[in-house]
């Protein structure tokens, strides 16, 4: 393949991923589906006018590391403390109530799997998807009836937040035992040091950036040395500890999300992610959903696996609330609040697939999940919230 080749492969992939992003917004489905099923439609499935290529993938694997690095970089560390105990609790059960339910569903479809083979990981691993809460939806939803800034929307956001982190450090487990060198003790260890190391050089490069930032105030040397941060440190995550690259990049948006030009450093990563690197990354997934072994089968178990991934998180997080003390309504609220997916369920998902944990036509059930979840969520928040109102008047 000529090297001049990529130029036309990327010219592709943005109008495409555009022009079906813009499509998937005008449904009042999320932009990130539109840009899945443009790189199935224009990936080697159907159209074959881009061809997977390492440079491809090297640049779907830098528009995953941006896209979680943003992630951090919007964490609210002082929201997160003020909510923590029951935002933790309520995120710990939205976390194990839909591992354990997307395991046992694998293990329902296709057998038992004894502890430690190949099955059993790639059980465990769609748990791990279900894991994930994306509450962009729900924030907006809520700030459209005012409710945002709430009790129950307050705990949301919080709960939401942990949520990931936990997700994240779910994954890194599941990946790091499946390594047939690794042994559990050691997994444990090295994450644990990771983040140990990742707290102690974050906590001097907070100060650092935290003294630039003062000196230099919306600066672009301030993004420059934080993207090159992110990818330290993602570095360091996969190369010196064995665990994901993500998880990193996570870890260095989390380092700098206090700072005060966080959302400066956000925006200027929001150019290159939104134009290339995003919708590259989007598209890449499209290209591995395989629709050549899709079946009957395949079918029933999506369908299965978007219904076990509402329920469990709407019963997890909804009962947990209630332990909580919060009423039953406000419960049910927070439990449909917390089950939308969006990119996290997709990072997670590709990451999967790279290490072997994934297959590729089980992605059609994860952005089954993703249109379900985002369509249907503010639906039943406004039906909710009309109903109190109802009931109070």
Same mark, same amino acid.
């Given at each position: 393949?000529?090297?001049?080749?990529?130029?036309?492969?990327?010219?592709?992939?943005?109008?495409?991923?555009?022009?079906?992003?813009?499509?998937?917004?005008?449904?009042?489905?999320?932009?990130?589906?539109?840009?899945?099923?443009?790189?199935?439609?224009?990936?080697?499935?159907?159209?074959?006018?881009?061809?997977?290529?390492?440079?491809?993938?090297?640049?779907?694997?830098?528009?995953?590391?941006?896209?979680?690095?943003?992630?951090?970089?919007?964490?609210?560390?002082?929201?997160?403390?003020?909510?923590?105990?029951?935002?933790?609790?309520?995120?710990?059960?939205?976390?194990?109530?839909?591992?354990?339910?997307?395991?046992?569903?694998?293990?329902?479809?296709?057998?038992?799997?004894?502890?430690?083979?190949?099955?059993?990981?790639?059980?465990?691993?769609?748990?791990?998807?279900?894991?994930?809460?994306?509450?962009?939806?729900?924030?907006?939803?809520?700030?459209?009836?005012?409710?945002?800034?709430?009790?129950?929307?307050?705990?949301?956001?919080?709960?939401?937040?942990?949520?990931?982190?936990?997700?994240?450090?779910?994954?890194?487990?599941?990946?790091?035992?499946?390594?047939?060198?690794?042994?559990?003790?050691?997994?444990?260890?090295?994450?644990?040091?990771?983040?140990?190391?990742?707290?102690?050089?974050?906590?001097?490069?907070?100060?650092?950036?935290?003294?630039?930032?003062?000196?230099?105030?919306?600066?672009?040397?301030?993004?420059?040395?934080?993207?090159?941060?992110?990818?330290?440190?993602?570095?360091?995550?996969?190369?010196?500890?064995?665990?994901?690259? %993500?998880?990193?990049?996570?870890? +260095?948006?989390?380092?700098?999300? =206090?700072?005060? &030009? !966080?959302?400066? *450093?956000?925006?200027? /990563?929001?150019?290159?992610?939104?134009?290339?690197?995003?919708?590259?990354?989007?598209?890449?997934?499209?290209?591995?959903?395989?629709?050549?072994?899709?079946?009957?089968?395949?079918?029933?178990?999506?369908?299965?696996?978007?219904?076990?991934?509402?329920?469990?998180?709407? %019963?997890?997080?909804?009962?947990? +609330?209630?332990?909580?003390?919060? =009423?039953?309504? &406000? !419960?049910?609220? *927070?439990?449909?609040? /917390?089950?939308?997916?969006?990119?996290?369920?997709?990072?997670?998902?590709?990451?999967?697939?790279?290490?072997?944990?994934?297959?590729?036509?089980?992605?059609?059930?994860?952005?089954?999940?993703?249109?379900?979840?985002?369509?249907?969520?503010?639906?039943?928040?406004?039906?909710?919230?009309?109903?109190?109102?109802?009931?109070?008047?």
């Amino acid at each position: 393949m000529e090297a001049y080749n990529v130029f036309k492969d990327l010219g592709i992939i943005i109008i495409f991923a555009k022009l079906f992003g813009i499509l998937a917004r005008k449904c009042k489905a999320p932009q990130v589906v539109g840009e899945i099923i443009a790189g199935l439609i224009i990936g080697p499935s159907i159209l074959g006018l881009v061809q997977q290529s390492d440079f491809l993938v090297q640049m779907a694997e830098v528009g995953v590391v941006l896209l979680m690095f943003s992630a951090g970089l919007e964490t609210d560390l002082k929201e997160l403390m003020k909510t923590g105990p029951i935002a933790l609790l309520i995120a710990c059960a939205g976390v194990f109530v839909p591992l354990i339910g997307g395991a046992l569903l694998y293990m329902g479809f296709y057998g038992m799997a004894p502890w430690g083979s190949e099955k059993f990981f790639m059980a465990v691993f769609m748990g791990v998807i279900m894991t994930a809460t994306s509450v962009s939806i729900t924030v907006q939803s809520l700030k459209e009836m005012g409710k945002l800034k709430g009790k129950v929307g307050t705990t949301i956001l919080s709960a939401a937040i942990i949520d990931d982190v936990i997700g994240i450090l779910v994954l890194t487990f599941v990946i790091g035992f499946k390594n047939p060198q690794s042994n559990p003790t050691g997994v444990v260890l090295s994450t644990l040091l990771f983040f140990l190391l990742a707290f102690a050089v974050g906590t001097i490069v907070y100060r650092i950036f935290k003294k630039l930032d003062e000196r230099y105030p919306h600066t672009q040397r301030i993004p420059i040395l934080s993207l090159a941060l992110c990818f330290f440190f993602a570095y360091a995550a996969e190369h010196y500890f064995g665990i994901a690259d %993500i998880t990193g990049a996570y870890a +260095a948006g989390v380092v700098l999300c =206090s700072i005060r &030009d !966080s959302s400066y *450093i956000d925006q200027k /990563m929001e150019i290159s992610s939104y134009m290339i690197f995003g919708p590259v990354f989007f598209a890449s997934i499209g290209f591995k959903t395989s629709i050549d072994h899709f079946s009957g089968g395949i079918l029933a178990f999506s369908a299965a696996f978007v219904l076990i991934a509402l329920i469990t998180k709407i %019963i997890g997080c909804g009962l947990m +609330a209630k332990a909580c003390r919060f =009423s039953f309504p &406000d !419960s049910l609220k *927070i439990g449909v609040g /917390m089950m939308t997916r969006g990119e996290v369920a997709l990072i997670v998902a590709q990451k999967g697939l790279s290490v072997g944990l994934l297959t590729p036509e089980y992605f059609t059930a994860v952005i089954l999940l993703i249109i379900v979840s985002s369509v249907s969520t503010p639906i039943l928040l406004k039906l909710l919230y009309a109903k109190d109102s109802t009931e109070n008047y």
